[in-house]
């Protein structure tokens, strides 16, 4: 099945710096990758995701860029607020299959 | 996005009683959806997809007699935690597929989760 790593587990920046946290991926025929954000006691939330189709993908201060040969894919942070204090967590799904298999988390913390 | 919604959001209950869990898309209907169970500090764990109108598939190590699915409707979907025992508390997170979409039916929203406590 499909193993999905993330990098690191935890992650401290200073506020108005930038957040850069990694996955890697196993399964070659993997071709969704989302990200969520989740808060303490609170479900998981989609922030961004990209299709294997596309390198790259932005969202105002958050963007996703996939390296489907190396088979990894990050998320950047941009400007960093408080507010983004939070778990991340990296996932990877198959077409048809729809499972999504999580990575580990990286806890982000702002400091003001 | 599209909203998932669960309750209860949190629920104390005995050792050896059940408890049912409910998820329901309220803006979109779901075939499939996703019950996940997440212990304190870990990842998603899946348990089981849930198809509308059909038996649910379980991963490999759920016991499917101790943890009941039932998805009735396009919108809801139940999980039932049967003869509940305190290894048995959890954060419960469901979630469900959006169908079509940008991401061509591979979107998921997931609900706020219920916090399970078996004393």
């Known amino acids: 099945g499909e193993n999905v790593e993330q990098h690191p587990s935890t992650l401290s920046v200073q506020e108005g710096d930038s957040a850069v946290i990694k996955c890697t991926y196993s399964?070659?025929?993997?071709?969704?990758f989302p990200w969520y954000k989740q808060e303490l006691g609170k479900g998981p939330q989609l922030i961004i995701d990209i299709r294997s189709n596309v390198g790259e993908k932005k969202d105002q201060r958050i963007a996703v860029t996939l390296n489907k040969t190396a088979k990894h894919f990050s998320l950047h942070i941009t400007e960093t607020q408080p507010e983004d204090s939070a778990v991340y967590f990296c996932a990877a799904s198959k077409h048809n299959d729809y499972k999504l298999s999580f990575g580990a988390g990286t806890t982000v913390t702002v400091r003001a | 996005g599209a909203v998932v919604s669960q309750h209860p959001s949190w629920v104390i209950c005995k050792s050896g009683t059940s408890v049912k869990i409910e998820c329901r898309s309220l803006d979109f209907q779901a075939t499939t959806m996703f019950w996940y169970r997440q212990f304190p500090k870990q990842s998603l764990m899946l348990m089981a997809t849930s198809n509308e109108g059909s038996k649910a598939t379980y991963e490999q190590g759920v016991e499917k007699d101790k943890f009941l699915i039932n998805h009735a409707s396009l919108t809801l979907s139940t999980l039932t935690v049967t003869s509940a025992h305190p290894e048995d508390s959890s954060f419960y997170i469901c979630?469900?597929?959006?169908?079509?979409?940008?991401?061509?039916?591979?979107?998921?929203?997931f609900g706020p989760g219920t916090r399970l406590t078996v004393l």
């Open positions: 399964d070659s025929a993997s071709n969704y």
């Open positions: 979630s469900a597929r959006v169908p079509g979409g940008a991401s061509g039916g591979t979107e998921q929203f």
